[in-house]
């Protein structure tokens, strides 16, 4: 991946334990929508295989490591901490999903006392020094929600937010024959609510963290967005099904002539232009 062209590869949710994940079928295409519905519920072969890889993976670029739950788990900051724990001598950063909306109750761990338990629980497993530590947030939030993770993330010094994660939401002009299926919607459906929120999480922290846009980036139009709205890096994934990894140069070169029109030398002081 990192030799496509992306400047950093985040790889998971991982779990504690190994899990099959939700019945198949559980990813859907929606191609008239350009757009991805899955409901994959966090499958993967667990902690200790992917330390396995990791510790035979020659070091290079930037790799970050997503974080979750085991679906059976009830004390969840405990699956987070372990994971989180486990896999930071191989992190350039962590991050812990608590926004998918494929594992039952999940997303209710960015209620405030859940998230400031859950931040507490993993930075004592980390100890110091340790990679970065970002959370991962869904695009369904109310404004309640956001007012009250950005207090939380900038009162428990979180390194930063990835914003967001699938929504749950079914616009009304959905056209695909799977539109109606369960789980996360992704792709260009989701570009406007996702960078809504991102707008309003970085008018909330002050431009004080970092924030990684994801929703909807299919361009470097799209990708300038965001980064105008407030991310200082970007995400994609749901593009790659559609333009194939080409897309990735395509978007380099434009977001470069976009900086160049408006008048920035580097990429940094575009970040949160649109609030300036």
């Given at each position: ?7 950093f590869?985040e ?11 939700n019945?198949?079928p ?16 966090f499958?993967n072969r667990?902690?200790?295989a992917?330390?396995e890889?990791l510790a ?5 670029g ?5 974080v ?21 001598p191989?992190?350039?950063y962590?991050v812990?999903?608590?926004?998918s909306?494929?594992?039952p109750?999940?997303?209710?761990l ?9 931040v ?12 970065p530590?970002?959370l ?21 010094a979180?390194?930063g937010?990835i914003?967001a994660?699938?929504t ?19 792709g ?21 963290l ?10 470097g ?34 977001l470069?002539?976009?900086l ?8 940094r ?5 649109d609030?300036?």
């Amino acid at each position: 991946m990192l030799a496509l062209g992306f400047g950093f590869v985040e790889g998971g949710s991982v779990t504690p334990r190994p899990q099959a994940g939700n019945p198949r079928p559980r990813l859907f295409r929606l191609p008239q929508d350009a757009a991805v519905i899955n409901r994959m519920g966090f499958n993967n072969r667990g902690v200790a295989a992917v330390v396995e890889r990791l510790a035979d993976r020659k070091r290079r670029g930037i790799l970050g490591i997503n974080v979750g739950k085991n679906k059976e788990t009830e004390d969840a900051a405990a699956d987070y901490a372990l994971g989180a724990a486990v896999l930071a001598p191989y992190a350039d950063y962590l991050v812990c999903n608590v926004s998918s909306p494929n594992t039952p109750g999940l997303r209710a761990l960015q209620e405030r006392e859940r998230l400031i338990a859950l931040v507490g629980r993993v930075r004592a497993a980390l100890g110091t020094p340790h990679p970065p530590l970002l959370l991962k947030i869904a695009p369904d939030l109310t404004p309640d929600d956001m007012r009250d993770i950005a207090e939380v993330a900038v009162a428990q010094a979180i390194d930063g937010l990835i914003i967001a994660n699938t929504t749950i939401a079914r616009p009304p002009d959905l056209k695909s024959r799977y539109k109606s299926e369960a789980g996360g919607l992704s792709g260009r459906p989701l570009f406007v609510p996702s960078t809504t929120v991102l707008r309003e999480m970085y008018r909330l922290t002050g431009g004080r963290l970092p924030l990684i846009g994801v929703g909807g980036i299919a361009s470097g139009g799209n990708a300038y967005a965001k980064i105008r709205a407030g991310a200082s890096l970007v995400q994609l994934y749901t593009a790659l099904v559609y333009q194939g990894p080409g897309l990735i140069a395509e978007i380099c070169r434009d977001l470069a002539a976009r900086l160049r029109a408006d008048g920035f030398t580097v990429l940094r002081q575009a970040v949160g232009a649109d609030h300036r």
